[in-house]
């Protein structure tokens, strides 16, 4: 058990690698909608975010997430910072991730893959996540 209580296990290999071609077959059908995807974390990029979560349990797998232009993510997160959680920069942020999971599982689904909100599969851990199976 890990010091914050819980215990976290690691996909076997084969399942990592299935999910690593999952989540690079799903960036390429991204990009060739026209959307910008991506599988690193750096801050100073927008679009669809791909990552593969490796748990060895019902929320590992492969997860979408829309990332706005920096600027305004920074907008954003200062406003929650100093406890102002009703500025326009937070709700212009949520309202297009909102809006670009949408469009994403929409993308996604058309291309053959079985996408979904991950909300439906984790509560409220990954709101606007998009959670994606194999074809």
């Not at 690691?10 to 909608?33: F, G, K, Q, S, W």
């Not at 997860?63 to 993510?73: A, K, M, Q």
């Amino acid at each position: 058990m890990s010091e914050h209580g819980f215990d976290h296990r690691e996909a076997p290999e084969n399942v990592i690698a299935e999910r690593n071609a999952l989540a690079d077959r799903v960036c390429r059908e991204l990009t060739l909608a026209g959307m910008p995807a991506f599988r690193d974390d750096r801050d100073d990029q927008a679009g669809a975010q791909v990552e593969v979560d490796t748990g060895d349990d019902a929320a590992g797998g492969v997860f979408v997430d829309w990332r706005t232009d920096p600027t305004l993510r920074q907008a954003a997160f200062d406003s929650m910072q100093s406890g102002d959680y009703t500025a326009p920069a937070i709700r212009h942020d949520g309202a297009v991730c909102s809006h670009m999971q949408k469009a994403i599982i929409g993308i996604l689904t058309s291309a053959g893959f079985q996408a979904e909100a991950a909300a439906t599969f984790d509560g409220d851990l990954r709101p606007l996540s998009v959670r994606v199976a194999s074809r």
